[in-house]
């Protein structure tokens, strides 16, 4: 009981679920048409959140509900013409035993605003997409590969693994975890001021900036500019290591 309190109390804190009454059992599934530049915004409680680019011209969504208690669960919808907004509705008081499972194929070469793809119990997963992205989880691992333009990622505790093939549009990139790696390979045409920090563990770039390590104590860290810096990305962790390696 106390698991699922723990999880409920940090999706309010997150803004990620209200309780509600009780749900309908049965898996979701449902198709939209949003334009490029339109906003996506999934957020879960228990479970993982899969973003995936295919060649459609329509975002279908699938949702999977799984556990004792599945039946209990309600999936939230507040999409419309240009916001794809997905949750989850927990019973109110109900010591519910159950998580759902989110994947969402979008067009992958329509610029979108992954405005917020989240979620407290579960992994993150973005692959094969074009715009700006938001990633995150409490716990669980974030992964973000072969997409085009902005991203930013973050979990406590967990590992962050990102693999931009193309920087797209203007804005700061940043990648942290408290307890995990976090590893971002960027494109060789990386623009950017660069900070990299982590308290406990190793430091790795393959781009020319500069490391430094204290002769006494810990921590590593590492500055510098590439390019022309028109960007800024930082890679942090406490307890992990840090990498950016060249695409």
């Known amino acids: 009981m106390r698991g699922i309190v723990v999880r409920i109390s940090l999706a309010a804190a997150l803004g990620m679920v209200l309780p509600a009454g009780l749900g309908v059992a049965q898996d979701f599934q449902k198709s939209y048409v ?33 556990g004792r208690d599945r039946d209990l669960l309600e999936i939230e919808d507040k999409s419309d013409a240009d916001h794809l907004v997905l949750g989850v509705r927990y019973p ?7 998580n759902v499972n989110f994947e969402v194929r979008v067009p ?6 992954f405005d ?8 993150v997963e973005v692959r094969n997409v074009t715009g700006q992205i938001r990633a995150e989880s409490v716990s669980g691992d974030v992964e973000i590969s072969d ?15 990102a693999r931009i ?14 307890s995990g790696n976090v590893v971002v390979t960027a494109p060789t045409s990386l623009d950017a001021d660069v900070e990299m920090s982590t308290v406990s563990g190793s430091l790795k770039t393959d781009f020319p900036i500069e490391v430094r390590e204290p002769r006494y104590g810990p921590g590593r860290s590492a ?11 930082r890679i942090t962790t ?8 060249r695409g």
């Not at 109110?92 to 159950?98: D, Q, R, V, Y």
């Not at 917020?116 to 992994?123: C, D, E, P």
């Not at 997409?147 to 693994?161: D, H, I, K, P």
């Not at 093939?165 to 408290?178: A, E, V």
């Open 92 to 98: 109110e008081k109900h010591n519910c035993n159950a």
């Open 147 to 161: 997409v085009t333009g902005l991203v930013s990622a973050r979990t406590v505790s967990g590992n962050v693994e």
């Open 223 to 233: 500055r510098g500019r590439v390019g022309s810096g028109s960007h800024s990305l």
């Open 108 to 113: 992958s070469s329509t610029n979108y605003n």
């Open 34 to 66: 949003i334009p490029a530049g339109g906003v996506i915004r999934v957020a879960n409680v228990s479970g993982g959140v899969k973003i995936v680019g295919h060649n459609d011209s329509k975002i279908v969504v699938l949702a999977f509900k799984e």
């Open 165 to 178: 093939s193309k920087l797209q549009g203007t804005g700061d990139m940043r990648f942290d975890s408290i």
């Open 238 to 245: 406490v307890s992990g290591r840090v990498s950016l390696i």
């Open 116 to 123: 917020r793809i989240a979620s407290v119990s579960g992994n």
